[in-house]
């Protein structure tokens, strides 16, 4: 997907909402565990039922892999029926994947490729030939983890570092890799205060905030200094809105958590 | 697997040869190709020929992704073939994981219980809590990128940090995680310079090294200041090893290119 049409999507839709897809049997509606594939059921009624409300979906890989074959297999049918059905949205295959260059060239393969999604999560650690066989894809984007939304973000990422705290090293250099244009970057909801260094130094980017809801970020705050002339952000809720019920209505008690978050974000434009 | 398991391996075998399995389909040879599984039957000849030369096989995680579902079923039957005909042979998922907390559990549960695997290697960008679910499993070991052997590791690992490198840093934090003793660390043969300090901060750790053969790093350098009293060493050879012939005698010219390494790390032992 071109970054047009993302933000075209964010101004018509008046919502930035990125739906997390970490999707947990323990906590699902009981009555869909006698299903042939319920982690799809479960994907595709809240697909179904917040559509309208968000601009992006995330599936996070570990809890499909944690599934085995048959979580991948959930996966697939997952992005596929997205792809089929909801074409405009954009998808994030949240896999924080990185390796040295011609190991990176095949996770990009398995989720540009095989999978078909429209970016993926990148660890910078690595470094530029981890990352640039990501970016050498046209139309898909690799989203750099910079500043994170956990507590152990404050180990490495935040301490000085050359004269600056390592995250803002990773957006400094990381400017420089070649096709950045393809680059967009995680920034925590919790750390919402950083966000002015952040949008100093990378003003046009797009910034992927996790952190909003169960991990207690502020949406205001991430608006007041995240916000740029195309939006700019794509803020993310995963367990706020999929276990919004248990019960037979969860698809739509999870689109009245959406329709909440959006009206929050339809204020800030 | 226990740590003294594997040090009793190395010494029995005078070897601490890991075979890195990048399977990648355009360099099988072409007779595997009409096989129902070319991956999977590659590496049951690779393994069978090779098991009693090798005390590690680490499956590159990534080249199965990119095949999709059929590939994450090539690696499920590797992985099982391991486990029930060498279970003296140490298994590394490599595969750089790491993210928030319940995520990071969920790629332990995929790694450690649905396949089985002895260790799995981490990225550590994301500090603490992204590591430490790993680590909770008893047996079972993770290895943290520390130092890696491909030129990206300038760009962040090897720069100043609080007075020191970064890798360093990465070291010294991580030893105080909580079931630290499941900790071993990534460090590429192509840094063998750099082992003398690692060694000053982690004596006792298992060092996974890639980067002999195909990128150019030196076993003896690597020796000279890793070894330690329980050898401490996992060498790693991948695409030498893999791909010294595309005939039909593959497995066999594996075997010997297993053998002359097996041979130089016993005159090290």
């Given amino acids: 997907m071109e970054l047009t049409q993302l933000v075209e999507q964010i101004r018509r839709k008046k919502s930035f909402l ?11 509606p009981t009555h869909l565990l006698e299903t042939k ?42 992005i596929d029926y997205i792809n089929e059905h909801y074409p405009e949205l954009f998808t994030i295959a949240d896999a924080k994947r990185g390796d040295i260059g011609n190991t990176s060239t095949m996770y990009a393969k398995a ?17 530029r030939d981890s990352v640039e066989p990501f970016l050498a894809f046209k139309d898909r984007h690799t989203i750099l983890l910079s500043l994170t939304s956990n507590p152990g973000a404050f180990d490495f990422q935040t301490k000085e570092y050359a004269a600056k ?29 950083y966000l002015k260094d952040i949008r100093a130094i990378v003003p046009e980017s797009f910034l992927l905030v ?6 207690g970020g502020s949406l205001k705050e991430v608006c007041k200094y995240g916000l740029n002339d195309n939006v700019g952000l794509l803020v993310n809720s995963s367990r706020g809105i999929l276990y919004a019920s248990k019960g037979k209505d969860f698809a739509e008690k999870a689109a009245e958590k959406a329709k909440d978050l959006q009206l929050q974000m339809a204020s800030f434009l």
Same sequence: chains 1, 2.
């Fill in 37 to 78: 594939d319920p982690v799809f059921e479960f994907n595709k009624a809240i697909i179904d039922a917040t559509h309208h409300l968000a601009v992006a979906l995330k599936p996070n890989i570990a809890f499909y892999e944690a599934l085995g074959i048959k979580g991948w297999e959930s996966l697939k049918k997952t």
């Fill in 111 to 127: 989720f540009f490729e095989d999978l078909n999604f429209d970016s993926v999560t990148v660890a910078p650690y690595m470094g």
């Fill in 210 to 215: 996790p952190g909003v809801g169960a991990q």
């Fill in 165 to 193: 705290p390592l995250y803002q090293n990773v957006l400094e250099t990381s400017k420089n890799y070649v096709n950045s244009e393809n680059l967009m970057y995680v920034i925590g909801a919790t750390k919402a205060e």
């Fill in 18 to 28: 990125c739906i997390g897809l970490d999707v947990d049997l323990k906590k699902l």
